[in-house]
């Protein structure tokens, strides 16, 4: 009769410990690097979310929310929402909708390319904040009350 | 191209295996070999960033669907009008495969596409946008519209399931909410 | 020759969506029927020894494939995700109401 364990097994949580936060910073070198390489801020929030996923899966329910809540997330997806728009709104300012207004750079540096990695950032937290609050809503759901 | 053909047969043929298999866990492992086969195919043509997108999103999704679906019981199923349904279906299909072979001869040639807008693109993106990534330069610069509507889309799609999902009157992470109390009109 | 293997895989989903009876098998058909329009999109833009439209250091812009439809499939990529989400999430309210997922028992206007 052993006390039962939230979370996986020994294993996973020794592997989780080591890979969770280079999964994280893989996450953020693809989101910022978009404009040079292939990613972009979908990929890059995806798997930003996916490495809080994984912590979760891990190491149980409680845990995991206590590194982010749920009314935290919902922040943070709203925030990131409401950056894109101001960026895109800025733009009337000079000209038209969405107007590119920082300067561009040299080619190959990584701040060139005017309003793009500012996107990118904006895009990646609303993306991420918004799949891991859905998560945690679908497997929340599953512990208040099963019927049937 | 021979890869691109053995890659959609392999593709194919997990798809009829994920229909017809009657183990729940064992179709949604054979949808993951579709998906991972897709996100080769974009490897092979050559679209870098759609295979990373498509890798990811194929992960989540299936961790989504294990997770929020397995600890159900699954009902056998099985009827006399089910037959029926399948051949009709199976003769609509045919006729739809027939018609579109029949389309499919007006459009150009696999591997010779009419580039109208994207030469455009190709040779004044660097120079417009100052990005090296022309793909991204395409979906945050020249299109960028279309990329605020997807992220509408985003913001939607999370609001619905956070109404759908919600529990009226919670009272606390252990007890269960009676029936009666949620559909009162 | 191509382009009709996309399109059998597409009439597969639909095959699956219209024919079977669990609410689980519906949601994978679904999904299969998404992955092959998706494909069907990239294989209308790729031009025959062509390279990716990411420019390296010599910065030479010819021969390469049309990035135009990979733009607008990423973001149908996501949002395919998104709809997904969403029919499970829809999905589980009605287990939890009828205690099956058999689509031919869940006909009760008022539980």
Redesign the interface.
């Given at each position: 009769m052993k006390t039962e364990e939230p979370g996986m097994s020994l294993i996973v949580k020794t592997i989780t410990r080591l890979t969770v936060g280079l999964i994280l910073l893989y996450g953020i070198y693809i989101v910022t690097h978009g404009h040079l390489s292939p990613g972009g801020g979908f990929a890059g929030g995806v798997i930003i979310a996916l490495s809080f996923i994984h912590l979760m899966l891990a190491f149980g329910k409680e845990l995991a929310l206590k590194k982010l809540n749920q009314s935290l997330s919902s922040l943070f997806e709203g925030f990131g929402a409401i950056m894109f728009l101001t960026i895109a709104l800025i733009g009337f300012v000079g000209g038209y909708f969405f107007l590119n207004f920082i300067s561009k750079g040299k080619p190959f540096n990584l701040f060139s390319a005017g309003i793009i990695p500012l996107c990118n950032i904006a895009i990646c937290f609303k993306v991420g904040a918004g799949l891991f609050a859905v998560f945690v809503a679908l497997t929340l759901l599953r512990m208040n009350g099963k019927k049937g | 191209m021979f890869e691109l053909y053995a890659l959609l047969i392999f593709m194919i043929i997990a798809a009829i295996v994920a229909v017809e298999i009657k183990d729940l866990l064992s179709s949604i492992v054979a949808v993951g070999a579709v998906g991972l086969g897709l996100s080769v195919a974009f490897l092979i043509l050559k679209a870098p960033d759609l295979a990373i997108t498509q890798l990811v999103v194929e992960i989540l999704s299936l961790i989504i669907l294990i997770r929020a679906t397995i600890k159900r019981d699954i009902t056998p199923v099985n009827g006399q009008k089910e037959l029926l349904n399948a051949i009709i279906v199976l003769l609509f299909i045919g006729g739809f495969l027939f018609f579109a072979y029949l389309a499919l001869k007006d459009l150009p040639s696999f591997g010779h596409p009419i580039m109208r807008v994207s030469k455009t693109y190709l040779v004044e993106g660097l120079k417009k946008t100052g990005a090296t990534n022309l793909v991204g330069s395409v979906i945050l610069d020249f299109r960028a519209y279309d990329t605020l509507g997807e992220a509408t889309i985003l913001f939607t799609a999370v609001i619905g399931v956070l109404v759908v999902l919600r529990r009226v009157g919670r009272k606390g992470v252990g007890e269960e909410v009676k029936e009666d109390e949620e559909y009162e009109d | 020759m191509?382009?009709?293997?996309?399109?059998?895989?597409f009439?597969?989903?639909?095959?699956?969506i219209?024919?079977?009876?669990?609410l689980?098998?519906i949601?994978?058909?679904l999904?299969?029927a998404e992955?092959a329009v998706?494909?069907f999109f990239?294989?209308?833009?790729?031009?025959?020894r062509?390279?990716?439209?990411?420019?390296a250091?010599d910065?030479v812009?010819e021969n390469?494939?049309?990035?135009?439809p990979?733009?607008?499939?990423?973001?149908a990529?996501?949002?395919?995700?998104?709809?997904?989400?969403?029919v499970?999430?829809?999905?589980?309210?009605i287990?939890?109401k009828?205690?099956?997922?058999?689509i031919?028992k869940v006909k009760k206007l008022r539980?």
């Amino acid at each position: 009769m052993k006390t039962e364990e939230p979370g996986m097994s020994l294993i996973v949580k020794t592997i989780t410990r080591l890979t969770v936060g280079l999964i994280l910073l893989y996450g953020i070198y693809i989101v910022t690097h978009g404009h040079l390489s292939p990613g972009g801020g979908f990929a890059g929030g995806v798997i930003i979310a996916l490495s809080f996923i994984h912590l979760m899966l891990a190491f149980g329910k409680e845990l995991a929310l206590k590194k982010l809540n749920q009314s935290l997330s919902s922040l943070f997806e709203g925030f990131g929402a409401i950056m894109f728009l101001t960026i895109a709104l800025i733009g009337f300012v000079g000209g038209y909708f969405f107007l590119n207004f920082i300067s561009k750079g040299k080619p190959f540096n990584l701040f060139s390319a005017g309003i793009i990695p500012l996107c990118n950032i904006a895009i990646c937290f609303k993306v991420g904040a918004g799949l891991f609050a859905v998560f945690v809503a679908l497997t929340l759901l599953r512990m208040n009350g099963k019927k049937g | 191209m021979f890869e691109l053909y053995a890659l959609l047969i392999f593709m194919i043929i997990a798809a009829i295996v994920a229909v017809e298999i009657k183990d729940l866990l064992s179709s949604i492992v054979a949808v993951g070999a579709v998906g991972l086969g897709l996100s080769v195919a974009f490897l092979i043509l050559k679209a870098p960033d759609l295979a990373i997108t498509q890798l990811v999103v194929e992960i989540l999704s299936l961790i989504i669907l294990i997770r929020a679906t397995i600890k159900r019981d699954i009902t056998p199923v099985n009827g006399q009008k089910e037959l029926l349904n399948a051949i009709i279906v199976l003769l609509f299909i045919g006729g739809f495969l027939f018609f579109a072979y029949l389309a499919l001869k007006d459009l150009p040639s696999f591997g010779h596409p009419i580039m109208r807008v994207s030469k455009t693109y190709l040779v004044e993106g660097l120079k417009k946008t100052g990005a090296t990534n022309l793909v991204g330069s395409v979906i945050l610069d020249f299109r960028a519209y279309d990329t605020l509507g997807e992220a509408t889309i985003l913001f939607t799609a999370v609001i619905g399931v956070l109404v759908v999902l919600r529990r009226v009157g919670r009272k606390g992470v252990g007890e269960e909410v009676k029936e009666d109390e949620e559909y009162e009109d | 020759m191509i382009y009709l293997m996309c399109f059998s895989l597409f009439s597969i989903g639909i095959y699956c969506i219209l024919v079977k009876r669990n609410l689980i098998k519906i949601i994978i058909g679904l999904g299969i029927a998404e992955y092959a329009v998706n494909l069907f999109f990239i294989l209308l833009g790729y031009r025959l020894r062509g390279r990716a439209p990411i420019l390296a250091q010599d910065q030479v812009v010819e021969n390469m494939v049309d990035p135009l439809p990979q733009a607008l499939i990423l973001t149908a990529i996501v949002i395919g995700l998104a709809v997904t989400v969403l029919v499970v999430a829809i999905a589980l309210r009605i287990y939890e109401k009828y205690g099956t997922f058999d689509i031919t028992k869940v006909k009760k206007l008022r539980g």
